[in-house]
C-alpha cells in the first residue's frame, strides 16, 4: 500500500502562482513515476504533469511554460508549481502515484482544490 498526502491548495488571483505537494509513504519502488492530475467540474480528470524517477517530465500542453513539475526522490514528494494562473485552471488537482513493475499499481491522493478568480 501506498498513502499520498497533498497540500498546497487554495484560493488564487488570476496571474498569480501555487505550489502543491505530494508526499508518498508505504510500499515505495524504485522504478515508480508520480504526477499531477485535475478534474474541474463537469469534466473528465486529465492529466497536468507528471516525472519519473529518472526526472522525465510530461506536461498537458494548457500548462506548458507556467506549471514546473519536480520531485525529491529521498523524501518520495512530487512538486508541482504553478505560475501565471488561469481560471480555467480551477479544478481538484489529484496526486498519483504509479508504482511500475513488478506490481504496476496506481494510487491517488485525496485531491486538493485550486480557486483561480478572474
Known amino acids: 500500500q501506498v498513502q499520498l498526502v497533498e497540500s498546497g491548495g487554495g484560493l488564487v488571483q488570476f496571474g498569480g502562482s501555487l505550489r502543491l505537494s505530494c508526499a508518498a509513504s508505504g510500499s515505495i519502488f524504485s522504478g515508480n513515476s508520480m504526477g499531477w492530475y485535475r478534474q474541474a467540474p463537469g469534466k473528465q480528470r486529465e492529466l497536468v504533469a507528471d516525472i519519473t524517477v529518472g526526472g522525465s517530465t510530461k506536461y498537458q500542453d494548457s500548462v506548458k511554460g507556467r506549471f514546473t513539475i519536480s520531485r525529491d526522490n529521498a523524501k518520495n514528494t512530487v512538486y508541482l508549481q504553478m505560475n501565471s494562473l488561469k481560471p480555467e485552471d480551477t479544478a481538484i488537482y489529484y496526486c498519483?502515484?504509479?508504482?511500475?513493475?513488478?506490481?504496476?499499481?496506481?494510487?491517488w491522493g485525496q485531491g486538493t482544490q485550486v480557486t483561480v478568480s478572474s
Open positions: 498519483k502515484y504509479y508504482s511500475g513493475s513488478p506490481n504496476f499499481l496506481t494510487y
